[in-house]
């Protein structure tokens, strides 16, 4: 998908827009829907460690809150793990049970470089993104890592996320002159929608502000989640 990355065009948006700080996490996704289809539902040894420790800090001795950790569900343990195994297709009834939106690739490309032209660079990658070097083959909870400048967590890493936008791989070519709020070809030569992001088990390359990919509406992926926008008005 490298090539469908260029070439760099300038894009203005005009219209102020809210984008969710993180991805969807499971037990919002939960709460609306009724259901989560995540993989990732097995709290991890990291995840135990972290509840325990909370609960030390509330004031338990160390047994109480093994004890207490122990006896909660996994999926509490995961709750405030992005969900994933979402389609496209699932983001849409997402959004007409809570009247959000997906972002548009500007939109999500905008909030991810929060205001740097070239390559951003918030910190060590380790320091603000879960993937493949130190994710221990799992999702995370979010806003674990550092946010960016316009404070967004896990924009490019922990899971991808979905766009609104259909995907053309030379859609770039008829943006040179630039673009206004743009939201995407009319279609797509391969019947996908945009995702963005990197993820839990990609390498560093996908970590990127412009990298960009795409899945048909219905694919569903370990890998892949969402975070949900509206207008300003």
Not at 53 to 73: D, F, N, P, V
Not at 80 to 95: A, I, L, Y
Request: net charge neutral; with cysteine; aromatic share 12%.
């Amino acid at each position: 998908y490298k090539y469908s990355e260029r070439p760099a065009h300038e894009v203005t948006i005009t219209k102020a827009f809210y984008l969710g700080r993180t991805e969807v996490t499971q037990g919002q996704w939960m709460k609306v829907m009724g259901e989560n289809p995540s993989e990732f539902q097995k709290g991890s040894n990291a995840e135990r460690d972290r509840v325990i420790a909370k609960y030390i800090e509330e004031g338990l001795t160390k047994q109480e809150a093994q004890e207490k950790a122990g006896a909660e569900s996994n999926k509490l343990l995961t709750a405030s793990n992005p969900v994933e195994k979402v389609s496209w297709d699932d983001c849409q009834k997402f959004c007409a049970k809570t009247g959000m939106k997906l972002p548009t690739e500007a939109q999500w490309e905008y909030a991810c470089r929060a205001g740097v032209r070239s390559k951003p660079t918030y910190g060590e990658l380790g320091q603000i993104a879960w993937y493949d070097k130190n994710s221990d083959s799992t999702t995370h909870p979010v806003a674990q890592k550092s946010p960016n400048a316009l404070g967004f967590y896990d924009m490019i890493g922990n899971v991808g996320e979905w766009c609104q936008d259909w995907y053309e791989g030379d859609y770039y070519k008829s943006c040179t002159d630039g673009v206004v709020d743009p939201t995407g070809p009319a279609q797509s030569e391969l019947g996908g929608r945009v995702q963005r992001g990197g993820e839990w088990n990609g390498n560093a390359y996908f970590c990127r502000a412009s990298h960009r990919s795409c899945g048909a509406p219905g694919y569903q992926f370990n890998g892949l989640g969402c975070r949900f926008a509206r207008t300003a008005d």
